[in-house]
Nanobody, 123 residues
C-alpha cells in the first residue's frame, strides 16, 4: 500500500479558491492512480476527480467539472486538486485515495486512503 497525507484544507468564502495536496510515500507513486473523494455527515463518500498513473487521463464529477482541476507531480509524489469558484455545497471532508492500475469513481476500488482534510465554504 501507499501512505497518503492530505493538506491544504481550510475556510474560504464562496467564489474563492483552495488547492489541496495529497503527498504519498510507499510503493512506486508513478504506478499509482489517485482519486479525490469528499464526504459530509450522514452521506456516502462521493467521487470528485481522479487522475491516471502518468497524468494523461483525468476524470471529474459533473458537479465540479470546469471548476476543479486535478494534477500530479510524480517527481514530488504529490497529487493536487485545484478548486476554483467554490460553492457552499463543496463543504466536506476531502480524501485522496490510491490504487494500482486504472482509476475508477467507486471508493471501494481504492485500497489506500488519507486521513482527510476539511474544506468549509462560507457565504
Amino acid at each position: 500500500q501507499v501512505q497518503l497525507v492530505e493538506s491544504g484544507g481550510g475556510l474560504v468564502q464562496a467564489g474563492g479558491s483552495l488547492t489541496l495536496s495529497c503527498g504519498a510515500s510507499g510503493r512506486t507513486f508513478s504506478n499509482t492512480g489517485v482519486g479525490w473523494f469528499r464526504q459530509t455527515p450522514g452521506k456516502e463518500r462521493e467521487f470528485v476527480a481522479s487522475i491516471s498513473r502518468g497524468g494523461a487521463f483525468t476524470f471529474y464529477a459533473d458537479s465540479v467539472k470546469g471548476r476543479f482541476t486535478i494534477s500530479r507531480d510524480n517527481a514530488k509524489n504529490t497529487v493536487f486538486l485545484q478548486m476554483n469558484s467554490l460553492k457552499l455545497e463543496d463543504t466536506a471532508v476531502y480524501y485522496c485515495a490510491a490504487k494500482d492500475g486504472p482509476v475508477y469513481r467507486e471508493p471501494h476500488k481504492y485500497d489506500s486512503w488519507g486521513q482527510g482534510t476539511q474544506v468549509t465554504v462560507s457565504s
